[in-house]
């Protein structure tokens, strides 16, 4: 079936470090990809989207590109700040129109 | 602009108490809803979907079950709670027939813990 695996957490960053958060798919078809972000103690907010190959998704100094050869969507921030600390879920939205979450991934940016 | 609201924010239960809790969309209107669990250290499983009043479809066999009986409204509910219901609920809502791009938002969520 559709999954979505991301790299282990949790990631512990200084401020400004440069951020990758990995993350693989595997689907039939041509998924579209998110990046949610959990803030402490509240929902899910999306971060940026991609719906088709090499599509760049990017919000907030967050960039993910769509790599349809490597079946991957990983994050990348160039310089993290102490309030990016949160949990990361890549997901994707398969053919049947159902969102398949990462188990998530923790940042944690110290200053 | 639409809103989503969940209610309560956090919930303490014991063990074989019911359970009901609440989800409500403004600002749209026939959305489809979602209910999603988050248990401690791992990813969002989606436990229940609906596409209209009265329509609700179960992803996974469980102590919990789902209604909704107005358009904007979507309640989880169990008549007897287990420990291993406690998470953090998720409901979530998007346009239907966006195809596969289409947005699920988020509401706050749900802390529930099963004493």
């Known amino acids: 079936g559709d999954s979505v695996t991301q790299m282990e957490g949790p990631v512990t960053l200084s401020e400004e470090a440069f951020l990758t958060i990995n993350c693989t798919y595997t689907a039939t078809g041509y998924p579209s990809l998110f990046w949610y972000v959990q803030y402490p103690g509240e929902g899910l907010q999306l971060l940026l989207k991609?719906?088709?190959?090499?599509d760049k998704g990017s919000n907030k100094g967050f960039e993910a590109t769509y790599r349809k050869e490597t079946t991957s969507f990983h994050l990348e921030k160039g310089s993290v700040q102490v309030s990016d600390s949160a949990v990361y879920f890549c997901a994707l939205r398969n053919q049947g129109g159902k969102l398949i979450f990462g188990q998530g991934t923790e940042l944690s940016v110290k200053p | 602009s639409q809103t989503i609201h969940q209610w309560p924010a956090t919930l303490v239960q014991p063990v074989g108490s019911p359970l009901s809790l609440e989800c409500t969309v403004e600002?749209?209107?026939?959305?489809?809803l979602y209910w999603y669990r988050q248990a401690a250290g791992r990813g969002l499983q989606l436990l229940f979907y609906s596409v209209g009043i009265g329509q609700i479809s179960s992803e996974v066999p469980q102590n919990l079950s789902a209604s909704r009986p107005q358009d904007r409204q979507f309640i989880l509910s169990s008549k007897k709670l287990l420990l291993s219901d406690s998470g953090f609920y998720l409901c979530a809502w998007s346009v239907p027939g966006q195809g596969s791009a289409n947005i699920q938002y988020f509401g706050a969520g749900t802390r529930l813990s099963v004493l």
């Open positions: 991609a719906t088709k190959a090499d």
């Open positions: 600002g749209t209107s026939n959305p489809n």
